[in-house]
């Protein structure tokens, strides 16, 4: 079971997403794999609060890049949140070697690992593609790269969550135009 | 007409094209008004009008009234709606969501954001489905409001 769940800034995506993995592994150990590097008092602060909220039944594996990694360290079956792919694309362009074509090549073996083996991975995300953007390429290049794992995640994931205030929106389950 | 709205590089093209295959797409010209598009109409195939965004940015610093633009585009959506009705072909617009973040510092910019979200009010006011379009998925609005 794959779930993505995106919305705005401080729009409760990550709360969703943690009920969402409680529900989905019952008693189970539960993962967390965080992406964020803390380099910063205002980072910590934002990890720490995050940490306070999950409570202690959770396991958490550390990966700026190698979500592959941190997967494959979860056993068969068990329900891991994946927080969050906007921090994880922007140490894919700025902090690693990789090419797009590469991360979107490692975020699509990571979820179908996590398909294979039965977990249920819950993915968060950033919607910030329905701003005025700033009229410079690098800007356009991050967005366009951000909105290329999103497609990848919206057609694997068996469910796609908005959150607005709080509120999950379901749009995978929605009937298509004919 | 339908009308297809969703943020940038949220599948919008990728929406239209797999539902409208046979249709002609109509890129706005900076400086031509709307009911220009109508040029694009040909007996029974779809007409699929996108870069509106473009459109308006192109000519903000030529527009002086911006009511005055607004009356001119509801007044062609009407005219563009017709004309695909007389030639039996269906009448797609694409609209940008822009208006999710913070408000610009540069006053025309700010501007652009208000004459695309009216644009796409006025448009969606005319449309007979509206469709969300959000990471590759698509949604209809029921837009009873």
């Not at chain 1, 990890?47 to 594996?61: E, F, N, P, Y």
């Amino acid at each position: 079971m794959i779930v993505f769940v995106s919305g705005g800034a401080r729009s409760g995506k990550s709360d969703v997403a943690e009920q969402c993995v409680k529900r989905l592994s019952a008693d189970k150990p539960r993962y967390y794999i965080a992406t964020a590097s803390v380099y910063d008092g205002e980072m910590a602060e934002r990890v720490a609060r995050h940490q306070a909220s999950r409570g202690a039944q959770w396991q958490t594996l550390e990966a700026p890049l190698a979500i592959d990694q941190a997967v494959a360290q979860v056993p068969d079956g068990h329900g891991t949140l994946l927080d969050c792919l906007t921090l994880w694309a922007s140490q894919v362009l700025y902090a690693s070697e990789l090419s797009e074509e590469a991360g979107t090549a490692l975020l699509a073996s990571t979820l179908h690992d996590a398909r294979v083996r039965g977990l249920s991975l819950v993915v968060v995300s950033n919607d910030i593609n329905e701003d005025l953007l700033p009229d410079n390429a690098e800007t356009w290049r991050y967005v366009a790269f951000l909105q290329r794992l999103h497609y990848l995640l919206a057609a694997e994931a068996d469910s796609v969550l908005e959150v607005v205030a709080g509120c999950a929106i379901e749009w995978k389950l929605v009937k298509e135009p004919q | 007409m339908q009308l297809f709205i969703g943020g940038a590089r949220a599948g919008k093209h990728d929406a239209v094209a797999a539902r409208f295959p046979q249709a002609t797409w109509w890129r706005l010209t900076p400086g031509q008004r709307l009911i220009s598009a109508a040029d694009g109409l040909v007996g029974g195939t779809p007409l699929v009008v996108d870069g509106v965004f473009d459109w308006l940015a192109a000519s903000i610093d030529q527009l002086q009234d911006d009511d005055e633009a607004r009356r001119q585009w509801q007044d062609d959506l009407q005219r563009l709606t017709h004309a695909a009705q007389t030639n039996d072909a269906a009448l797609v617009i694409i609209v940008n969501e822009i208006g999710r973040g913070i408000v610009p510092m540069e006053r025309n910019e700010r501007r652009l954001r208000d004459l695309n979200g009216w644009f796409s009010q006025d448009a969606a006011a005319q449309a007979e489905q509206v469709w969300y379009v959000r990471h590759g998925l698509v949604m209809a609005l029921d837009g009873q409001n």
